[in-house]
Structure formats: structure tokens, C-alpha cells
């Protein structure tokens, strides 16, 4: 496994993922994500994006971060959510926030709580927004992008991280499925 940057011709598979797990895609631009690909298959596992919001100051936010079912509990997300961090430090942020209900989540990271009241304007705003909408418990959380660290278990994890099997298909119908003897059967083209 390893996470990218996102490239154009994964705009249309971000935008099905990101109804199908029911996230936000406000302001969506697949240059802010990053995906989560298996090396083996090249099957695309997880996503998530930065959200720079300019006003007098630029503020960064974590945001629409997802992982498919089949890909979870596996460092994935994890995976992900440093990638963006560490892309927030790279461009020279030292905060990043999200907005989320998935606070413990984050916390293994080292995110913490933040009041509502403590926030820049242009996420206070946000916040309001997604509270009204997709993540009613949604709440503020930040980290110092210098201050990240990865769970080794979740490191151990995404090294080794596959897709959960699809269950077997059903086996091919045959006539005696139809309650056809093939054995007195007859057909319109039978030449034996």
C-alpha cells in the first residue's frame, strides 16, 4: 500500500466514494486529495483532502476523509490522515483542524479538542455548516503538524492491508436448477 497525490483521472472515482460513504464534497478540486492504492491490484482503498480556507489568514482543514469498507481496520485511514498532515506541514502549516465526530479517532493521533469559540471565523462558519448537515456531531479538533504520530500497530497494518475477499459467487444455474432432467431431456437442436 502507499497514498498519492491524486491525479484528474480519479476525479469522477472520488466523487462516487465520496456520496457512497456520504461525505462532504463542498468546493471539490481532486488536486486536494490524496488516495490510498494498493500496490499489487492498484485498487484505490481511501482518500481524504486538504481544504485551505483564505481569509485574513489561511487556515487548513482535514476534511472528506474516507476508507472503504472493504479496506477498514487497517491502517489505511491512518495512512491518509498522516499524508495529509505531513503535506500541511511541507506547505508550511504549523495547525491543521477537522471537523469531525470521529474524535477518538483522531486523538491516536494526537488531535485534540478545540472550543468552537477558538476557531478562525472561516471554520466556525464551517463547523455551523456541518453540524446543520452531513456530521451533526461534529465537533473541532487540531494538531501541530509537528506533533503527528503514527500508532505502530496501524503502521504494521498498512503494510500488509489487502481487500476482504468478495464472498464466493453463486455457482453457475444449470437445469436442474429449472427442474430439467438433462438426462429425458430433448432439445429443439439435438442431433444425437
Not at 464534497?25 to 490510498?36: C, G, K, L, P
Not at 481569509?55 to 482535514?62: G, Q, S
Not at 487497517?74 to 483542524?97: C, I, N, P
Request: negative net charge.
Amino acid at each position: 500500500m502507499y497514498v498519492r497525490d491524486a491525479k484528474n483521472r480519479d476525479e469522477v472515482w472520488l466523487l462516487d466514494q465520496i456520496e457512497a460513504l456520504e461525505l462532504d464534497e463542498t468546493a471539490f478540486r481532486s488536486r486536494d486529495y490524496v488516495i490510498a492504492v494498493d500496490e499489487h491490484t492498484g485498487d484505490r482503498a481511501g482518500f481524504g483532502r486538504i481544504r485551505v480556507h483564505k481569509t485574513d489568514e489561511e487556515v487548513c482543514e482535514l476534511t472528506s476523509i474516507g476508507v472503504l469498507p472493504e479496506w477498514r481496520e487497517q491502517g489505511v485511514g491512518a495512512h491518509v490522515v498522516e499524508r495529509l498532515v505531513t503535506t500541511a506541514r511541507d506547505t508550511e502549516f504549523e495547525t491543521v483542524y477537522a471537523l469531525t465526530s470521529e474524535t477518538d479517532y483522531l486523538a491516536q493521533f494526537g488531535f485534540s479538542p478545540v472550543e468552537p469559540t477558538q476557531l478562525p471565523d472561516a471554520l466556525g462558519r464551517r463547523l455551523e455548516a456541518k453540524q446543520e448537515g452531513i456530521d451533526p456531531g461534529a465537533v473541532p479538533m487540531r494538531i501541530d503538524t509537528d506533533r503527528f504520530r503514527m500508532p505502530e500497530r496501524l503502521r504494521e497494518a498498512f503494510k500488509d492491508a489487502r481487500s476482504e475477499p468478495e464472498e464466493d459467487p453463486e455457482p453457475e444455474e444449470g437445469p436442474e436448477d429449472f427442474g430439467i432432467d438433462p438426462e429425458e431431456t430433448t432439445y429443439k437442436y439435438d442431433t444425437g
